[in-house]
């Protein structure tokens, strides 16, 4: 049996990666005789790493979608579905057949049809049109979602959410939001899938050995009792800052300035990745971690700028759990920077833009840690820093307790497609 997954790469947002991964090892744990189409963004960057054994990859750019894709579907549904025409399944690209042969299509995509994010919208459609074109039940994986009060996002909405087979809204602020579009389809509020990722789970295997001696190191460090303060920018969140005249990378650099000064090792890692090119913004953390970097240690002594340790390649999610493992705590403005704290029952201090944020943290009574740095300087970012660093012990604590029913929650999810795989089986 086949299943689809789309809204994600393997390359790039490392969120879209781990969620990706503990979506295959769970499914798989339900069914090892699956395989797995992936229609990524990045099919060419994504076959390099991908283990070929279990997944197909294929594109999923908006791109392909609108101009390759969605003409063949209508042709396919015209043609193949609607008048039975046998024998033209192999004229079709490798793409639309795996999407028409998949028992079912799993949209993870971290956010859709969302007021903030207009530009998506039309791929947020594609995605469901082709699905229904191809006869294919869709299923949208936990998401942020809402709120709809721009007139075309809310009919949008509307007219094409109905067509999914179901939806997981990731948060009780995106499962209000769409309770009240009073869709027909199934809605459950769940928790980010990404939540079930475990340390091995990542499916690509990238710069392994340059994890291990950063994590040595990292171990090194706090077995001599000095204490790690995770730092995870994020490029997304600097392009909207720089839009809007707030230095982001001027804050944060600020802030680093300031642990180091007094006595605290600063980790700068990423939660997206293209190590290829350092220039490139998009999808890459790894340039504003170069430039807080340079720019913290030009106003450090020799001595200070050795508490200064940041990630230069790619790495993935295990990676990215190898080295936080031994952080105290993590100031964050990646979302999924943010659930691999929590799934390690890790302090985090979250910098964010989106409603995603607040509803993940509600779920473990933490949103007093949600801070927001456009209103608040560097110094009050670094005092509430402190505070949690003094509270870690009952903070990972509360964070354990609530973990085991979040993770339940994101569980619904595995259950339901299994339920849909193990029906096509009898």
């Known amino acids: 049996m086949r299943v689809g997954i789309i809204g994600a790469t393997l390359i790039g947002n490392r969120g879209a990666e781990a969620m990706v991964s503990a979506t295959v090892k769970q499914l798989m744990n339900c069914s090892r005789k699956l395989r797995f189409t992936l229609f990524s963004y990045f099919p060419e960057s994504d076959r390099r790493v991908a283990p ?63 007021d903030v994010r207009m530009t998506i919208l039309p791929y947020d459609i594609l995605i469901i049109v082709i699905s229904t074109l191809l006869g294919t039940p869709l299923v949208k994986f936990s998401q942020a979602m809402g709120p709809f009060k721009k007139n075309l996002n809310r009919y949008a909405a509307k007219i094409f959410l109905k067509s999914a087979d179901h939806i997981f809204a990731r948060g009780e602020e995106t499962f209000t939001c ?40 990292l171990e090194i460090i706090k077995k001599r009792g000095r204490a790690v303060i995770g730092i995870c920018p994020s490029s997304v969140v600097f392009k909207l800052s720089r839009r ?30 293209k190590d290829e090119d350092m220039s490139k913004i998009r999808n890459n953390d790894l340039n504003p971690i170069k430039s807080i970097a340079e720019s913290v240690s030009a106003n450090l002594s020799a001595e200070k700028r050795k508490l200064i340790l940041c990630v230069d390649r790619n790495i993935n999610t295990d990676g990215i759990k190898q080295l936080i493992q031994w952080s105290d705590l993590n100031i964050v ?29 509600s779920d473990f009574a933490l949103t007093s840690w949600v801070f927001d740095y456009k209103s608040k300087s560097s110094d009050e970012l670094f005092s509430l820093m402190k505070k949690c660093h003094r509270q870690k012990a009952q903070l990972k604590k509360k964070i354990a307790a609530a973990l085991p029913s979040v993770q339940m929650l994101s569980m619904l999810q595995i259950e339901y497609v299994n339920s849909i795989l193990q029906t096509k089986t009898l």
């Open 52 to 114: 070929e054994k279990i997944m197909d990859i294929r594109s999923g750019s908006p791109f392909y979608l609108l101009f390759v894709i969605f003409p063949f579907s209508l042709i396919f549904a015209l043609f193949v579905r609607l008048l039975q025409v046998r024998g033209m399944k192999s004229l079709f690209p490798a793409a639309l057949s795996e999407w028409a042969e998949s028992e079912v299509v799993i949209d993870v995509s971290g956010v859709s049809f969302m």
């Open 178 to 217: 769409l309770k009240s579009l009073h869709l027909k389809t199934g809605l459950t509020r769940s928790s980010d899938i990404a939540l079930l990722h475990r340390c091995g789970d990542s499916i690509t295997n990238e710069n392994g050995s340059y994890v291990k001696k950063f994590s040595n190191r």
């Open 244 to 273: 809007k005249g707030f230095d982001y990378l001027g804050y944060l650099s600020r802030f680093a300035e300031k642990c180091a000064n007094e006595g605290y090792y600063v980790l700068l890692f990423p939660n997206a990745t």
């Open 333 to 361: 403005s990646r979302f999924h920077a943010m659930i691999a704290s929590l799934q390690l029952t890790q302090p985090v201090i979250v910098l964010g833009w989106s409603h995603k944020y607040f509803e993940v943290m």
